[in-house]
Every structure is written in C-alpha cells, then in structure tokens.
C-alpha cells in the first residue's frame, strides 16, 4: 500500500493549489480517505474527508475553500484549495484514517507574500 501526495508548492495569500495523491494497492473509492496536514511545530491535523460513497466533510478552517475529490479510474485523490491564507502553510499527506498514522510521502505547501 503506498500513498503519494503530490502538487505542493509556494503560493501568494489569496491563491489556490491542486494537491494529488496516487495510491496503489488497495483502491481508494473502497473506504475512507483522508487529508491531513502537519504545519510547522504542530500535530497532525484533520483536513477532509470522502466516504466510500462519496460523502465529503471539512474541518471548519478550510470549509468554504477546500474541496477533496477522487478519480476512481485513476486511482487518486484531490484536494483543490482555493484562497489559501498563510496558515494554511503545511506538509499535506492522504492518509486512509483521520489521524494520518497511515499517510504516505507528503507534499509541502508554503503560503506567503
């Protein structure tokens, strides 16, 4: 089982970033999958969520501006993230539960002027 976060980058206040993440070995749309994010000096923290069904739910700090999505053809998730603040400033994994113990390689985001 692998999970690879991908699309990270250094973006301006104000502007938006399309993370990926390409797992293999297990097919996403069969469970649970997770966004999480570790910003500087602080724990892992719950982004959003997709249920198997295709439910999706935000942490209140990125309602509004995050959308989590998947190709199930390709095998990958999505995290479209739109008015990106400083704080959002993170490594950004997909982990298949909400606390990350199962995230794979992360992609860093950086948000400042």
């Known amino acids: 089982v692998q999970l690879q976060a991908s699309g990270g980058g250094f973006v301006q206040p104000g502007g938006s970033l399309r993370l990926s993440c390409a797992a293999s070995?297990?097919?996403?749309?069969?469970?649970?999958m997770y966004w999480v994010r570790q910003a500087p000096g602080k724990e892992i923290e719950w982004v959003s969520s997709?249920?198997?069904?295709?439910?999706?739910f935000y942490a209140d700090s990125v309602k509004g501006r995050f959308t989590i999505s998947r190709d199930n053809a390709r095998n990958t998730l999505y995290l479209q993230m739109n008015s990106l603040r400083p704080e959002d400033t993170a490594i950004y994994y997909c982990?298949?539960?909400?606390?990350?113990?199962?995230r794979g390689q992360g992609t860093l985001v950086t948000v400042s002027s």
């Open positions: 997709m249920s198997a069904a295709g439910y999706t």
């Open positions: 070995g297990f097919t996403i749309s069969s469970g649970w």
């Open positions: 982990s298949r539960d909400a606390r990350g113990d199962s």
